[in-house]
T-cell receptor, first 116, second 113 residues
């Protein structure tokens, strides 16, 4: 079963608009973490934002915020005032405990294109 | 200063060859990882090392052998390369095995012909 689901393969947004990228997850572990990474066309993976399962408030980092709805098991990324440089692949990931360690399980990704 | 570096960035080789990818991190982290990103952009963990000890091995063919000479380095050696090994390989590091974001290297694009 897919543990991280990103239902939007691609999104097109006008510059300066806000955009929400969807992510739902599935886990029975009460302790987990959720991450968003950006992968521009140059290929590197850039960490954007993190939300812990016990965090009371939604995480924010500059123009990025994470809309964490624990009961719905969703962790959507909101980018405010989008810029052309935001065009990239975006990956949602969940930290999963395994064998006393942790690994990231990634979603399929959403390709975001910002139009001028 | 590059936090997590990988060499080479591009690797083109023929089937059957043996190749290595090197990874180094200067973040002082004690845990390192190898991930594989396939042609559909799907990322999956392969291995994880904590303080030079293998802690995660995700059913990867034994043609792939990671080696960690110290906690700042994690290399990936691949024997008898196959067409299906073509992918982008990412090294990552984090502090501790139970928390903290993972910082990724720039990736190594491996093409097997």
């Amino acid at each position: 079963a897919q543990k991280i689901t990103q239902t939007q393969p691609g999104m097109f947004v006008q510059e300066k608009e806000a955009v929400t990228l969807d992510c739902t997850y599935d886990t029975s572990d009460p302790s987990y973490g959720l991450f968003w990474y950006k992968q521009p066309s140059s290929g590197e993976m850039i960490f954007l934002i993190y939300q812990g399962s016990y965090d009371q408030q939604n995480a924010t980092e500059g123009r990025y915020s994470l809309n964490f709805q624990k009961a719905r098991k969703s962790a959507n990324l909101v980018i405010s005032a989008s810029q052309l440089g935001d065009s990239a692949m975006y990956f949602c990931a969940m930290r999963e405990r395994v064998q006393g360690a942790q690994k990231l399980v990634f979603g399929q990704g959403t390709r975001l294109t910002i139009n001028p | 200063d590059t936090a997590v570096s990988q060499t080479p960035k591009y690797l083109v080789t023929q089937m059957g060859n043996d190749k290595s990818i090197k990874c180094e991190q200067n973040l002082g982290h004690d845990t390192m990882y190898w991930y594989k990103q396939d042609s559909k952009k799907f990322l999956k963990i392969m291995f994880s090392y904590n303080n030079k000890e293998l802690i995660i091995n995700e059913t990867v063919p034994n043609r792939f052998s990671p080696k960690s000479p110290d906690k700042a380095h994690l290399n990936l050696h691949i024997n008898s390369l196959e067409l299906g090994d073509s992918a982008v390989y990412f090294c990552a590091s984090s502090q501790g095995v139970r928390g903290g974001e993972q910082y990724f290297g720039p990736g190594t694009r491996l093409t097997v012909t």
